[in-house]
């Protein structure tokens, strides 16, 4: 990111961060840039410019983490070629 202007910055400070892929698990702070995590460290200084800071202190943060959880009718997975398709429902 080249922190121009409209630059979407966001600080997640004081959590304890969850990070299997770099074996990190402690606090920490996360830095979300234009919607994609930039940095992960102790103590982030917040970048110049227009910066939202969060305190997630007590909170667990799992950066990059996908919700795996979805509802699947099994119409979709097994299609039957004679039926209309199935209706999508969207969740509460």
């Keep these: 990111a080249g922190g121009g202007p409209g630059v979407d910055r966001l600080i997640l ?3 304890r961060v969850l990070d299997p892929a770099s074996g990190h698990d402690g606090p920490a702070d996360v ?8 940095a992960v460290g102790p103590r982030l200084a917040p970048a110049e410019g227009d910066v939202r800071t969060v305190s ?4 667990l943060v799992v950066p990059g983490f996908v919700d ?4 699947l009718d099994p119409a979709d997975l097994f299609p ?3 039926s209309p398709p199935a209706a999508v429902h969207p969740l509460p």
Excluded at 31 to 38: E, F, N, S, Y
Excluded at 68 to 71: F, K
Aim: aromatic share 4%; no cysteine; proline share 9%.
């Design 13 to 15: 400070q004081g959590g």
């Design 31 to 38: 830095v979300i840039v234009d919607g994609r995590i930039a």
């Design 56 to 59: 997630v202190a007590g909170l």
């Design 68 to 71: 795996p959880l979805v509802y």
């Design 80 to 82: 039957d070629p004679a």
